[in-house]
Every structure is written in structure tokens, then in C-alpha cells.
């Protein structure tokens, strides 16, 4: 699962954090930053239950790892 694929589930960031008790600005900041924060999985993974979508901790691990190779891909550029 990519960055882009997670945030699909709820069609945009904000819907993301609001899904999750987060504020916008924090989950942007995850992305800007390119790191999600672990203590937030337990939340992403029920929120999207709720929305009927499946999250394991593995995709949340894949997650992590494609903004690391997006942010690794930026800094070869």
C-alpha cells in the first residue's frame, strides 16, 4: 500500500484527520515530513474499519516505506 492508496480510502487528508481525531495540520504534516508517527496506527486502522476498508500493520509498514522512497527518490534528483 502506497501513501496515496491510504489516504483514498477517505478521498483526502482532512477527511483522514477528522476520521481520526488528528488535525489537519498534523497529518500533513506526516506527509510533508514523510513519516507517520506508530502511536497513530491503532486509529488509522479502526477509522478505516469504519469506512469499510482494511488496514493490517503491514500495510501501514509498506506505507511508511513508500514515503521513504519517495522522500529517498527526491533527494537523488
Not at 6 to 24: N, T
Request: no cysteine; charged share 25%; proline share 4%.
Amino acid at each position: 500500500m502506497t501513501h496515496e492508496q491510504l489516504i483514498s480510502i477517505w478521498g483526502d487528508r482532512k477527511k483522514l484527520a477528522d476520521a481520526i481525531g488528528a488535525g489537519e495540520t498534523t497529518v500533513r504534516a506526516w506527509f510533508n515530513r514523510k513519516s507517520i508517527p506508530a502511536r497513530y496506527d491503532p486509529a488509522i486502522i479502526k477509522a478505516a474499519a469504519v469506512a469499510g476498508a482494511t488496514i493490517t500493520p503491514n500495510d501501514l509498514y509498506d506505507v511508511r516505506a513508500s514515503l521513504i522512497a519517495q522522500n529517498d527518490e527526491g533527494a537523488a534528483a
